[in-house]
């Protein structure tokens, strides 16, 4: 969870925030299909409406629910999906802590109720919704919005199963109040809302042609090449190869000693902990390359999965890898972000012990991992804190020998 030191400005109190919406695209500076580390660009920066964050997700198994970034102040979350960690549903669940513009109008907050007349009077006429019985919840849909409105037990009379009569005013002349409002994908037919209903929306195709989830091939001990743009990067290229393929890094990273030297007893070097080794970053592609730094060639990649729980989360936007053991390019011999440890040691073979990486507790406060090395390629592994579940990979280290002061 992310929370920010409580900080209250002019003009951010609870219900006072006023976002647009765009039904189908999605509501202030948050649009559906973004990728997380967007999201949390925008937060970085708007520090004075977004002060208190919560980023909540399931840590047994990341890749079962969403990764959800909420705001308690303004009442909503932002529901990502948890393989791609882009934005698939904006799910307002207090409808009185935000208040939404749609054209020239305003909806919602602690002065303008968004009952059932006046979303019917703004958005305009619709379809009938759905009534849920179990949850006593009637939802009205507009392409790419729902609303959700609860209907009291003596009037469920006024819905039926199924479809129903739009319930714009009870016998007693009060009118349903939205409890909740879903903003998701307009591009398909799918109804999103409460329940089940809310594990419809995905979110939207990726253009032609984008780099973001692009496949990362890697053959062991070879090269990496990349499924959209066809770059082809093996070890032992120079700086310049790597500028060539994929352009400017976004950042230059000197590894000014290496803490693993101490390991390496058949190593003839002299034990001393000064390295002249460099990192390129590729912080937009989920992707470290590290350079000798006498002969100036690539001696090793970094591959990110980007998880929550591990201390680099957010640095990186995930690289969808899919890491080669053989010549067949199968997924039965395939290792991608999403697989547990259990079928990399099918794949790969049993290994030895594992070395433990931590920064300590104030450093990083999710714990330490485990790093596995095989031949040409090492795991950095975060367990499950339930002993029955497998843990999944973080970011796998991928080097071209054997010694194992390569690994850091």
């Known amino acids: 969870m992310l929370q920010r030191p409580r900080r209250r400005y002019e003009g951010t109190a609870m219900g006072s925030v006023v976002l647009d919406l765009q039904p189908g695209l999605g509501i202030g500076p948050f649009s ?29 198994e990341p890749l079962k629910l969403d ?7 303004h009442g909503f979350h932002l529901r990502f999906d948890p393989w791609s960690q882009r934005l698939r549903l904006i799910e307002i669940y207090d409808i009185k802590r935000v208040q939404m513009r749609y054209a020239t109008s305003l909806i919602g907050g602690p002065t ?36 959700a409105f609860p209907i009291p037990a003596q009037y469920t009379e006024c819905c039926i199963d199924g479809e129903a009569e739009l319930p714009l005013e009870f016998p007693d002349g009060t009118t349903p109040v939205t409890c909740r409002v879903c903003i998701y994908d307009s591009s398909t037919d799918k109804r999103v809302g409460v329940g089940a209903l809310m594990d419809k929306a995905s979110a939207p195709s990726l253009p032609a042609g984008s ?64 390295c ?12 470290d390359i590290l350079f000798d730094g006498q002969t100036h ?36 011999h395939s290792i991608t972000p999403s697989t547990k440890w259990d079928q990399v040691k099918e794949i790969l073979g049993d290994c030895g012990p594992a070395a433990i990486q931590t920064q300590g507790s104030r450093s990083n406060p999710f714990g330490s ?31 071209r020998g054997l010694r194992v002061d390569e690994i850091f």
Request: proline share 7%.
């Open 276 to 287: 002249g080794d460099y990192f390129y970053n590729y912080f937009a592609r989920g992707l």
């Open 112 to 147: 303008t109720l968004a009952t059932f007349v006046a979303v019917y009077q703004l958005f305009g006429p619709t379809f009938p919704g759905i009534y849920d019985k179990d949850r006593g919840v009637y939802t009205l849909f507009y392409p790419g919005l729902s609303f």
């Open 297 to 332: 060639r690539i001696k090793k990649f970094v591959l990110h999965t980007n998880y929550p729980g591990h201390s680099d989360f957010n640095s990186y936007i995930k690289c969808n890898f899919v890491i080669h053991n053989s010549e067949e390019v199968s997924t039965k």
């Open 32 to 60: 559906l299909g973004m990728p997380i580390c967007e999201a949390f660009m925008q937060i970085e920066q708007q520090p004075n409406i977004y002060d208190v964050v919560h980023v909540k997700y399931f840590d047994e």
């Open 211 to 274: 780099l973001y989830m692009e496949e990362v091939h890697a053959k062991l001990g070879q090269e990496l090449w990349f499924s959209v743009g066809g770059q082809h990067i093996p070890f032992g290229s120079s700086p310049q190869d790597v500028w060539t393929e994929l352009g400017r890094p976004c950042g230059i990273h000197q590894k000014q000693v290496d803490q693993m030297v101490i390991h390496s007893a058949s190593d003839p070097r002299p034990k001393t902990t000064l």
């Open 369 to 399: 991992t485990l790093v596995y090395g095989y031949q040409n390629i090492a795991f950095e592994v975060k367990f499950s804190l339930v002993p029955s579940l497998l843990p999944f990979i973080c970011p796998p280290l991928w080097w």
């Open 67 to 73: 990764i959800v970034v909420s705001f308690p102040d």
